[in-house]
């Protein structure tokens, strides 16, 4: 079957400009967003997550923005079900539909589907680790047995690197590791066309810090105020919120906390890029590029296709 949709997704560090972007071609070619962060999906949490303004989500239809709730239990193969429901809903409107988002899992599991072993943050691989070094192999062995028993019955078990291999998969995908294993690649109805944003370091890392800084003018202290009783829930397991529920602990400072979440922040968006940059099908363009040049390199895309 010729496939004739599109998905156009944007990709790139946080607060690059990828939800300006994502509306202006939402608006030229009359299309939905779907929104892949995966801490936007989240209605209690508005300020810490940089949701798109009412003005912003009034100027394009989005999906996935603020529709679950902390409490929910909601992981990447849940999204990734719901996405490819909603795309299929949306083609049957408009052969072309806007994806946009910093959480690289997310989109990857979209446009490939989660029949390969995920990426894993260096942090969570590092955790096990010394987790296996302090507590022994036990403690993890116990760990994978509630995360994936299917897993804790058929992996060497007393291999140490087989049951972290197992672990960090599992945690950082929120899906059991044996569920990847031998599954077959899942048919998409679209042709992806990837659009990346980036600028130079500084430039990242000084709007990063603007955007900290007017999120705490818009009140993210309070909002995290109201969110510290539910600290423990994963979805709060954010920068931003994290390094608020320190100092409300009394272990940090309020004004050390907020240069952590400067600081936290800055790091993500270096993870971000160097997750996003291993895709050599996406085409990187600066932030400032005028939107012209972008469209017209989506064209150039979608007309060999539609021509043949």
């Not at 679950?68 to 809903?89: C, P, Q, T, W």
């Not at 029949?115 to 943050?121: G, I, L, W």
């Not at 829930?233 to 920068?239: D, P, R, W």
Request: aromatic share 10%; with cysteine; proline share 4%.
């Amino acid at each position: 079957m010729a496939l004739n949709n599109y998905l156009i997704t944007i990709v790139g560090p946080t607060a690059i400009g990828k939800t300006a972007l994502s509306i202006q071609l939402a608006k030229h070619f009359k299309a939905a967003i779907i929104s892949c962060d995966s801490r936007q999906f989240y209605k209690e949490m508005t300020i810490g997550t940089a949701v798109p303004t009412s003005e912003e989500l009034a100027e394009a239809k989005h999906h996935f923005i603020q529709n679950r709730s902390i409490f929910d239990m909601y992981n990447v193969g849940d999204f990734e079900r719901d996405a490819i429901a909603k795309l299929n809903e949306l083609y049957k409107k408009n052969n072309i539909a806007i994806m946009v988002g910093g959480s690289g899992l997310y989109v990857d599991a979209v446009i490939n589907g989660l029949d390969y072993f995920p990426n894993v943050p260096a942090e969570i691989r590092e955790k096990l680790n010394e987790e296996l070094k302090t507590k022994g192999i036990s403690y993890l062995q116990k760990q994978l047995k509630e995360l994936d028993i299917e897993s804790y019955n058929t992996i060497a078990i007393d291999n140490p690197h087989r049951v972290i291999r197992a672990l960090e998969v599992t945690i950082a995908s929120g899906i059991p590791y044996a569920t990847f294993k031998n599954k077959p690649k899942k048919p998409r109805p679209f042709i992806p066309i990837k659009i990346g944003l980036n600028a130079e370091r500084e430039i990242i890392y000084n709007r990063i810090n603007k955007r900290v800084d007017l999120m705490l003018q818009d009140g993210l202290i309070k909002e995290a105020k109201a969110l510290y009783p539910h600290k423990q829930l994963n979805a709060l397991q954010t920068v931003g919120y994290r390094e608020l529920f320190s100092a409300f602990d009394g272990d940090i400072t309020e004004s050390f906390a907020i240069e952590e979440i400067k600081k936290n922040t800055r790091r993500f968006a270096k993870r971000q890029l160097t997750w996003f940059k291993k895709d050599t099908a996406t085409h990187w363009f600066n932030y400032k590029t005028d939107i012209e040049t972008i469209i017209n390199y989506i064209e150039s895309q979608l007309k060999p296709v539609k021509n043949s």
